[in-house]
């Protein structure tokens, strides 16, 4: 009785939206999880140390509590993961904290005395000042679901508009393993459950990136565009979605001493014993699979298909590998 | 620079989408959050008693643990809320726990021993078994988002599948304070955040009621029409999406001592003491530009308005009234 709802069960069958009313039940077959445990070794692609940022908070009820942050690859954010770079090399967040946890919304680390000009900790020399006009790329060579990333984007097709509906964006997709949303002349990433974003003040501030948040919840897409996002945690989330929530306003801590210290934070390069890792190609067939079995779950749980899946439903499997 | 993401702040105009791409700054306007709080007395809806369900858990680091759950209404679900008033009348969940916590999905409670035969506790009598069939409703009138709920619901127009892109299902809207998606044929409720369902064995068991979960991360809508949504967590959900993840498959907890205990559950009509609630009518004007200022952000702090925002990520506002 208690099975489910059941993450790890699911199946794949890519068939056209069409022909799905027309079953009366749906036919087993394997599920996402599966799809991806059978992916051959050449559609996985290994993350760079250069892209790791290694997050070591101070230990907790169950031992050593260790984040791990991919960061973005270019076009998007550039500007700001830089600034994330010489943030994590001045090893600037040592000794500070996680001082807001807003239910099925974000945590959010940095200086919790950053807005008191008497009490801040000064940032490193050298930060850029990205502008706004960064939050987006122009339309470049994104990948749709349903197409594989090849040359610059086309127009959206009216096909891919039919199929591809988004409340956010005209159309979504993956970016060499990222979600992104676009329209016919730009694209950005997207705040997905996970994702690791830079708060700011109010326009035109974008912020330097030493202030971080990652997303705890229901994907808060209405970010998108508004807000520089840097990477996402590949693993590890589970440590900072399960912080006591703040209670005061938008969930920052009222105390200081509720607030999770922060031990160190280091790039991948610099980082003691981290893992390596490895993310799904999302051009490659196992991802394809993978994402339509994401929309279509035809294992034995499941009796109806749903027939899509929002981009923040179909995240990008990552994995620990041997170093 | 720690100020945002910031669910607070926010705001509203009803523009046109295609309005949208021309402005250069959007115009400032009240926050979802300031609409709800001007909403006029008459456009809330007391929430009945007899639609509580008052889980308390065993006392937390922070004091007492409650969570309060709404009931859905009719048509949707009715067997298995039937089911549900029946377990707590009988007080069947006092000594049980939470025993899976799983991230970015469920926290889920009942009888960690109910797989067991010889351990599991005995369900009361006359429990309804409640057939697939009863996932969905035949299509009624249901409110999409742009329109008021009056009559049964007519054929989706073109204008409504083209403003009401969804990936799960033809459209989706509002009836009586709940989320639901349908198509021309039928309508059921989605599985947002803090939504509450029945966990169920392999098809065609639809489970009893005595097992429930409830989403604590991304809308896993893969689960529409699959699982039996009763209810909603209007209070304390954060008492169960900050629970520790369980390190057994699928979130179960590995040991019985990481179970969080059930101290009672109890309908508003018996609970000793719980608060009254309301929930904002989702046919009222104020509801209507609330949702408006979720789908397009328009404070200060948003640049770039969303032109849309999924089902989910437009929460029906619920406050605390004196009783």
């Given at each position: ?76 954010s550039?500007?700001w ?117 830079v ?28 807000i520089a996002l ?94």
């Amino acid at each position: 009785m208690r099975l489910l709802p059941f993450a790890l069960a699911g199946a794949a069958l890519a068939l056209p939206v069409s022909l799905m009313a027309e079953e009366a039940r749906p036919i087993a077959a394997p599920s996402p999880g599966q799809i991806v445990e059978g992916a051959p070794k050449a559609d996985w692609v290994r993350i760079a140390p250069t892209d790791l940022l290694v997050m070591d908070l101070a230990p907790g009820p169950r031992g050593a509590r260790r984040v791990v942050i991919q960061l973005m690859p270019p076009p998007f954010s550039q500007g700001w993961v830089g600034n994330v770079r010489k943030l994590a090399a001045a090893h600037w967040w040592d000794g500070l904290s996680v001082y807001r946890v807003q239910d099925n919304y974000v945590a959010q680390w940095g200086d919790a005395e950053g807005e008191d000009p008497k009490r801040a900790k000064a940032l490193p020399g050298g930060l850029a000042e990205v502008p706004e006009s960064a939050y987006i790329q122009p339309a470049t060579d994104c990948s749709p679901l349903e197409h594989n990333c090849q040359g610059p984007m086309p127009p959206l097709t009216a096909y891919q508009r039919q199929t591809s509906p988004d409340r956010y964006a005209e159309s979504t997709g993956y970016f060499r393993g990222w979600p992104v949303a676009y329209d016919a002349k730009s694209s950005w990433p997207t705040h997905c459950y996970a994702m690791v974003g830079v708060a700011r003040d109010l326009s035109p501030n974008t912020g330097s990136g030493a202030e971080l948040y990652t997303v705890i919840g229901h994907a808060p897409r209405q970010l998108d565009r508004n807000i520089a996002l840097i990477g996402r945690v590949i693993e590890g989330i589970e440590l900072l979605s399960s912080l006591p929530r703040g209670t005061g306003a938008a969930g920052f801590y009222e105390k200081a001493e509720e607030r999770t210290p922060i031990v160190s934070v280091r790039l991948g390069t610099e980082a003691a014993g981290h893992a390596a890792y490895e993310y799904l190609s999302t051009e490659s067939e196992s991802f394809a699979r993978y994402a339509a079995a994401r929309a279509n779950r035809r294992d034995p749980f499941f009796i109806a298909p749903a027939g899509g899946a929002d981009i923040c439903n179909i995240p990008v499997p990552v994995r620990r590998v041997k170093g």
